[in-house]
């Protein structure tokens, strides 16, 4: 059974995120609010929690997840998560991260393939949420994360809405905006809208 915990005022933060990283470093799937929408996350270094979070949401081959940075600086050489940015993609960054907006990129050298789609890229966002981000930070490694609802399903905006079967721990931090994150693709300086979101970016359509 889920284990349940009210996020609470900030300054009751820093046991919340203690608990979701002791549940994170045990390869559990663990639902945490984002600025928007309510997800499931495990950490990105660890097989079997992807193992145990494709269990949940399946998804097809060659698709890929979602990356969580704690910063908008990816990690320097020869760190797996060492994302280079082109001067486009830098800039979005600095115009809309923290917050909702997810760039696909060139997946850097040694990042593990589970990550990755099949054309060699990964989804990356540093979250706008405060407490995700310092989840993140506590936990030392990016986390991986997809909407906490049955492929296909509504993305919840609200605890009581996730899907919580094998999920060990979920973090309630009330209703949220319901807004998704923008999805763009960026190719050096070319810049492709594959979802709208909560933030406006020009690029083309897809």
């Known amino acids: 059974m889920v284990r349940r915990v009210d996020l609470g005022a900030p300054s009751g933060w820093p046991a919340v995120v203690a608990e979701a990283v002791a549940a994170l470093r045990r390869n559990e799937v663990v639902v945490l ?108 490694v990016p986390l991986v994360t997809t909407s906490a609802n049955r492929p296909g399903g509504a993305a919840p905006a609200r605890f009581e809405d996730c899907l919580l079967d094998g999920v060990a721990l979920g973090i309630d931090a009330g209703p949220l905006p319901g807004l998704p994150s923008t999805v763009i693709r960026v190719d050096g300086s070319v810049v492709r809208v594959l979802r709208s979101g909560a933030v406006t970016v020009e690029g083309e359509a897809p």
């Open 33 to 140: 609010p984002a600025e928007g929408l309510y997800g499931y996350h495990v950490r990105a270094d660890r097989p079997a929690a992807l193992e145990a979070l494709q269990r949940l949401k399946p998804r097809e081959p060659g698709r890929g997840w979602i990356l969580l940075l704690p910063d908008a600086v990816p990690p320097e050489p020869p760190s797996p998560w060492s994302i280079t940015f082109s001067p486009r993609a830098s800039a979005l960054a600095a115009a809309h991260w923290p917050g909702p907006l997810t760039m696909v990129l060139p997946a850097p050298p040694g990042m593990p393939p589970d990550l990755m789609a099949a054309d060699g890229t990964v989804a990356v966002r540093c979250p706008g949420s405060e407490f995700l981000r310092a989840v993140i930070a506590a936990a030392e």
